[in-house]
Nanobody, 125 residues
Framework: QVQLVESGGGLVQAGGSLRLSCAAS????????MGWFRQAPGKEREMVAT????????YYKDSVKGRFTISRDNAKNTVYLQMNSLKPEDTAVYYC??????????????????WGQGTQVTVSS
């Protein structure tokens, strides 16, 4: 079965950086879009960044554009989220996700079928 294992979360001061990693197994990683969602306490889950199967297409939530970068290494079955200039409002549990359809250039938010267990990111002011 598909397993997505996140790492790299933690506590950081505002303005700092973190890099999240997600190692995937159980499926041919290079065929599927990957992404990151997050959920803060009392708020709805939101899509933060996604990357197509071949890395050509990316999406970023407006509030993270210019600060976050999503990338993937298909040889390592891993997707990354580099987060710079972190703000307290970035505090949330971050989830790694994998798309349901192979070779999709644009995967809607409701078509990410597989989820990791989440990693906590806390940004102090």
């Amino acid at each position: 079965q598909v397993q997505l294992v996140e790492s790299g979360g933690g506590l950081v001061q505002a303005g700092g950086s973190l890099r999240l990693s997600c190692a995937a197994s159980g499926r041919t990683f290079s065929r599927y879009a990957m992404g990151w969602f997050r959920q803060a306490p009392g708020k709805e889950r939101e899509m933060v960044a996604t990357i197509s199967w071949n890395g050509v297409n990316t999406y970023y939530k407006d509030s993270v554009k210019g600060r976050f970068t999503i990338s993937r290494d298909n040889a390592k079955n891993t997707v990354y989220l580099q987060m710079n200039s972190l703000k307290p409002e970035d505090t949330a549990v971050y989830y790694c996700v994998m798309g349901g359809r192979p070779y999709s250039s644009k995967t809607p938010s409701n078509e990410y079928d597989y989820w990791g267990q989440g990693t906590q990111v806390t940004v102090s002011s």
